[in-house]
């Protein structure tokens, strides 16, 4: 049954493959050479995208006083984290009923730069309460938020880090690497624009000149 579903499939992407390569065929070099570039420079400015995109990332601690709630976290007024909290409740001496607690760790990527960040926390009685603060964050490295969360108050508050041991090694090398893709892929943008501003001219009139000629063989016969 899976064969025959996919049958339809392969023998359609077998045709588009075979006409793909058959309008490749009929492209003259310098437009195949071109083409070529473009999809380089488009790999490059991927890659560049990607290694700047989200680049830092913000570690959260939480700690709280709730048998369930649920979490919330924005960025600049996106959400960039949500879940569930669940809490243990211990009982005093064996009988009497304690609070309940419960922890959370989670790595929320963010991009570099000065951002607000947003916690809320709802319970299950419906009660809400959130808190924000503002911090920096140094491209490729990582920022911990402490985040105390308890039934008569929600606390935040900023980790010390070292910033400057976490940018070595993979950071340092992700950091340089697209720098350098985006200014190859600039580079061949340019090259290719000025190549086509100076072959484009000379292709069309070239093509206006054959034009008369295929016309007065055509009256000829």
Same mark, same amino acid.
């Given at each position: 049954?899976?064969?025959?579903?996919? &049958?339809?499939? *392969?023998?359609?992407?077998?045709r588009? $493959?075979? %006409?793909?390569? &058959?309008?490749?065929?009929?492209?003259p070099?310098?437009?195949?050479?071109?083409?070529?570039?473009?999809?380089?420079?488009?790999?490059?400015?991927?890659?560049?995208?990607?290694?700047?995109?989200?680049?830092?990332?913000?570690?959260?601690?939480? %700690?709280?006083?709730?048998?369930s709630?649920?979490?919330?976290?924005?960025?600049?007024?996106?959400?960039? $984290?949500?879940?569930?909290?669940?809490?243990?409740?211990?009982?005093?001496f064996?009988?009497?009923?304690?609070?309940? $607690?419960? *922890?959370? @760790?989670?790595?929320?990527?963010?991009?570099?730069?000065?951002?607000?960040?947003?916690?809320q926390?709802?319970?299950?009685?419906?009660?809400? %309460?959130?808190?924000?603060?503002?911090?920096?964050?140094?491209?490729? @490295?990582?920022?911990?938020?402490?985040?105390?969360a308890?039934?008569?108050?929600? @606390?935040?508050?900023?980790?010390?880090?070292?910033?400057?041991?976490? %940018?070595?090694?993979?950071?340092?090398?992700?950091? $340089?690497?697209?720098?350098?893709?985006?200014?190859?892929?600039?580079?061949?943008?340019?090259?290719?624009?000025?190549?086509?501003?100076?072959?484009?001219?000379?292709?069309? *009139?070239? *093509?206006?000149?054959?034009?008369?000629?295929?016309?007065?063989?055509?009256?000829?016969?």
């Amino acid at each position: 049954m899976d064969g025959e579903s996919t &049958a339809p499939t *392969r023998a359609q992407a077998s045709r588009r $493959y075979d %006409q793909s390569r &058959a309008w490749l065929a009929r492209l003259p070099a310098q437009a195949r050479i071109i083409l070529g570039f473009f999809l380089v420079a488009a790999v490059l400015m991927a890659l560049h995208t990607a290694s700047t995109g989200k680049d830092s990332s913000l570690h959260l601690t939480l %700690q709280h006083g709730f048998r369930s709630a649920d979490l919330s976290l924005w960025v600049d007024g996106d959400l960039a $984290y949500s879940g569930k909290l669940r809490g243990s409740t211990k009982k005093k001496f064996g009988l009497i009923p304690g609070s309940a $607690y419960g *922890r959370l @760790s989670e790595i929320v990527p963010v991009s570099s730069g000065t951002h607000r960040i947003r916690v809320q926390v709802k319970a299950e009685d419906g009660s809400t %309460q959130q808190d924000s603060l503002t911090g920096n964050f140094v491209p490729n @490295s990582e920022r911990e938020l402490s985040v105390s969360a308890r039934p008569n108050g929600l @606390s935040l508050a900023w980790q010390a880090t070292n910033a400057s041991g976490q %940018q070595s090694g993979s950071g340092w090398f992700a950091r $340089y690497a697209g720098a350098l893709c985006l200014t190859i892929g600039g580079s061949i943008i340019t090259a290719i624009t000025g190549f086509a501003l100076r072959e484009l001219p000379a292709h069309l *009139r070239a *093509r206006e000149n054959a034009e008369p000629k295929v016309q007065s063989t055509a009256a000829g016969h």
